[in-house]
């Protein structure tokens, strides 16, 4: 079977990564989870004090950008690839309300995004890919053979992402994830590069009323389409 590109772009929190995975493992493709990749230069933008609630210092996180270095590594137990920045595992640090309330503004900075662009091409290079992200298939991979725009309703994805989190002990308010999943959405589609919009060809899921077996099941029968 030919081997295709497969780019998942959408709103926050709208399930995009546990599809592409779901995809990854039937098709026995590679994932890559773009959000990783932001959320990890988010947090080495925290870490090193160029973001807070206060200021944004975006001149010295674009400079630091050559000592970024973004490695997906393949954990075999979690049948998934973890985030490592500068060598270290920060799968965990990535995935924090913190990162999230900051990772929106460092991902409207053109220079973070044409590097991590650049590094995501590469990835997709041989094709036999899933990508989620914001951009992928208007901007990483405009001629991806199928294109899937996921969407639901903010209420609904706060929801899910507050349960998630509530699992991993963080202690967040329902309030706090609505406020973020509304916020992240609006700078991701009223940002000048690269905005969340759904490309032409791109097919749109909404999942407000569909569970993960019908959503899969819909979408491998559009794979059995194109290939
Ligand atoms: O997918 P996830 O919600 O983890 O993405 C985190 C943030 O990273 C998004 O809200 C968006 O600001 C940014 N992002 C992006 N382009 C991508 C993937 C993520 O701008 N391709």
Redesign the pocket.
């Known amino acids: 079977m030919k081997k295709i590109t497969i780019a998942i ?1 959408g709103f ?2 709208t399930g ?2 546990t599809l592409a995975k779901q995809l990854a493992k039937e098709l026995e493709y590679v994932y890559v ?7 990890a230069v ?1 947090y080495f933008a925290m870490k090193n004090q160029f973001i807070d609630a206060d200021s944004f210092n975006k001149k010295a996180l674009i400079e630091s950008l050559p000592k970024i270095q973004l490695e997906f590594k393949y954990n075999a137990v979690l049948g998934f690839a973890e985030m490592y920045l500068n060598g270290e595992n920060v799968e965990k640090q990535i995935r924090t309300i913190e990162v ?1 309330n900051f ?2 503004a ?3 900075v053109s220079e973070v ?1 044409s590097k ?1 662009v650049e590094q ?1 091409q590469e990835m997709g290079k041989n094709k036999g890919i899933v990508m ?5 298939g208007t901007v ?1 991979f405009p001629d991806a053979e199928l294109k899937i725009f996921m969407t639901a309703s903010a209420e609904t994805r706060a929801q899910r992402r507050f349960d998630e989190l509530q699992q991993k002990g963080d202690n967040v308010t329902y309030e706090e994830v609505l406020k973020n999943v509304v916020d ?2 609006h ?2 589609t009223h ?1 000048e590069d ?1 905005p ?1 919009v759904i490309a032409d060809d791109a097919i749109e899921i909404d999942n407000s009323y569909l569970n993960k077996e019908e959503q899969f099941a819909a979408v491998l029968e559009l794979i059995n389409d194109v290939v």
Do not use: F, N
């Open positions: 772009d926050s929190s995009k990564s989870d773009t959000g990783a990749m932001y959320r988010a999230s990772v929106s460092v991902a409207a995004r991590l995501q989620d992200g914001r951009d992928i990483v992240r959405d700078m991701d940002r690269s969340l």
